[in-house]
Structure formats: C-alpha cells, structure tokens
C-alpha cells in the first residue's frame, strides 16, 4: 500500500461530433500526460465524440423534427463501436504511454440494432488490452432521448498496480446503491466523469471520498459555443447559451475528503496529482465501508449482474 500513483485528468474538450480528430486529439493527451509521469489517466464523459450540451435533438412531447433526427444520425456516425477501430486506436495510445486510460464515449451498439447508443466508459491497461466497460445505468432528464440504459453487468472495476479502479459517470454517483456496489468490489481509485461543472458537485466528490475512503478522480470538458461545427444540424438553438457552455471543474480528491489536485475552472488544461496509496488504509482506520462499519446483520444489498434481458442474476453483495 506504499505505492504512489501518478494521475493525469485531461479537462479538455473534444473536437465535437468528429469522432477521427477527437482520437487524435485524445492521442496527443495521453502523449502529454505519459511524458509528465502518469501512470492513470482520465477523459471525460462522452468524450468521444461529444457531450450535446444545449441541443434538443428537435423533441417535445407527442413531435420530433426532421433536423433532430439528421442530428442523431450525425451522433450515431460518429460513435464509437465495441470493438473497432477506434478503440485499438485508443488501445494503441495507452500502451505507447504505458498507463491506465480511462475513456469515456459515446458507443453504438450494433448487435441486431442499429439505432441505439449508450454513454459508456473504457478502461484500457498499460498493454493497451481493453479491461471493462462501463455503460451509464441511468441516462439523466434529456439525456434519455438519445441514450439507452446500462446494466449490471458493466458495474465495472479492474485491477491496476495501484489498487482497484472503478465508477459511476455524472448522475449516477447520486444513486447510493449503485455506489455501495462499487464498495463492495474494493474501489480504491474512484473515478467520477460527468458534465456537471456546478459548484455542488465539489461536495459530490468529496462525499464520495469520504464515504467510500478512496481516491475520487472527477473529469469534466471546458467547452465553449464556438466549438460547435458550424454545420451542425440544429445549431441555430444555442443562440441564447452563453459563450462558455461547460466551465470543467475537474479535481482529485483524498479519501479523507481534500481537494488535493483542482479544481480546475474555465480552461481546458490536464490536472496531475500524486496519489499514496496508503492513505486508504490509513482513512479507513476509523471508517471502513463494506468492513468494521458495515452492518450486514441489518442491512443487504441486492446486486443483478446480468445482461439486460438476460436471466436473473440477483446476488447478495453486502
């Protein structure tokens, strides 16, 4: 547990809805980042190829537009499929660098549909294996017009040299189930990508860090308005949205709960922090989780890790 990990958190925005320059511009991070010493290095939700922040896809209830349905066609194009390509390409990059990459896209799937994308996270090993997914279980408001839903079966977590890693994109983190099952799966470096670039989710991060006495490592884009390609279908609605639509807010937080890296607010940048490892075990001292805390005479939780329309798979995790 005396290990030190060194983390890079790329605050950075994607080339947006392109999903061939966005992986070069991945490339380069991941580069950048292995040049500074990171042996961890996170993305930020739907990185690849966009997080549509202020766009409606031309939907209210009972009518959708023919603009909105060219604008998922042009999301769709430019999603990422597992496996492919583009997944070897980022593969590729976290073996170059020799570290862990985390990833957050936008996947299609492509058994028997093709009409369905799910925001999703991949974690890449150091031998540029791909090691898990994640797939968001429960898209948030709008977000569920153009995401399906995730499930048990990728409540992801892999094993690094450091310590387990795992977590929950964005909204999810304020499911407290969903985040008692990555507990129990031993997750000592937590990470969190989002979009939420309030100033509340500060507290989101360190609750989670001292509630789960981890590392908590949360990603978020700088993006702004005149990022959007000038082509996009429906662009004309962000008119009224102001010129910086996402301020970022990336951090690393202790498992004690302190801001150690961060946050980072209006610029696109990498964040670096130097995680010790032993401060997990020196935070769970007094509190413990899924161990001396627990009270599994009292209480239980539920677990089904099986495929969406797959058998059940519920099981006792707690």
């Not at 500074?36 to 009518?63: D, Q």
């Amino acid at each position: 547990m005396g290990e030190v990990a060194r983390v890079a958190v790329a605050q950075a925005a994607p080339c947006l809805f392109d999903r061939e320059a966005t992986l070069e511009k991945a490339e380069r991070l991941i580069a950048e980042s292995a040049q500074a010493g990171a042996r961890i290095i996170v993305f930020p939700e739907a990185f690849v190829p966009a997080y549509p922040r202020g766009l409606s896809f031309g939907v209210v209830v009972g009518s959708r537009t023919a603009e909105g349905r060219a604008l998922f066609e042009r999301y769709w194009e430019n999603a990422v499929e597992v496996p492919s390509e583009a997944v070897a390409r980022l593969g590729a990059a976290a073996r170059a660098a020799g570290a862990h990459v985390v990833m957050g896209v936008i996947e299609r799937e492509t058994r028997g549909t093709k009409g369905t994308l799910y925001c999703t996270v991949l974690y890449f090993g150091p031998d540029g294996a791909l090691l898990g997914k994640h797939r968001k279980l429960k898209p948030t408001a709008a977000e569920r017009l153009i995401w399906g839903e995730g499930d048990g079966s990728t409540l992801t977590t892999v094993e690094t040299p450091f310590g387990r890693m795992g977590g929950l994109i964005c909204w999810e983190n304020y499911m407290p189930l969903a985040r008692a099952a990555l507990y129990e799966k031993g997750v000592e470096i937590y990470v969190a990508p989002t979009a939420d670039s309030r100033d509340a989710w500060q507290a989101t991060l360190r609750h989670i860090a001292l509630e789960g006495r981890c590392f908590v490592i949360g990603c978020n884009q700088f993006v702004t308005k005149s990022m959007y390609p000038s082509d996009l279908p429906g662009l004309a609605e962000l008119a009224g949205q102001p010129e910086i639509m996402c301020r970022g807010g990336s951090a690393v937080v202790s498992p004690l709960g302190e801001v150690i890296a961060g946050p980072l607010w209006d610029a696109e940048g990498i964040l670096y922090a130097d995680l010790d490892m032993g401060e997990i075990v020196r935070a769970r001292f007094d509190f413990d989780v899924t161990g001396h805390y627990a009270r599994p005479d009292v209480f239980r939780l539920l677990v089904n890790d099986g495929e969406l329309g797959a058998p059940t798979g519920f099981h006792a995790i707690i």
